[in-house]
């Protein structure tokens, strides 16, 4: 599922887009590519805040991402990105909210996104 192009996207740093909607309404998160852990079909993702998100995401589980580097070979250009489509819900313990919470300290609650499309945009 995840490409080794999606990899070196990863080892450099960028901004992550997390979107959600409820109630016939976007809403757009942020946070960078380093803070992202992969475990097989899973990205984990701390959060700190990310209150409307959780709000939307216990109304309507679906998400997407869009991530990316100016400093990766796309397709004909310098610079590609990744958009990822899937399934999300909040940790507050086990196995993949300690993993988050050894790597970001400041977490109180663990993103885990079950992904079901990751496509390269550029």
Known sequence: MFTE????????????????CANNEAHV????????????????IPAAAMIKTEENINA???????????????????????????TAKFLKDGENFKLMKEKCPFLTRTLEVTVTSCKQTL
């Open 5 to 20: 192009k999606f990899f070196e996207v990863l080892n450099h740093e960028g901004v992550v887009s997390i979107v959600t």
């Open 29 to 44: 998160a942020n946070t960078w590519n380093s803070y992202l852990i992969v475990k097989e079909d899973k990205i984990l």
């Open 60 to 86: 309507n589980p679906k998400i997407k991402l869009t991530l990316g580097s100016k400093e990766v070979m796309g397709y004909k250009y310098m610079g590609t990105g990744f958009s990822i489509e899937g």
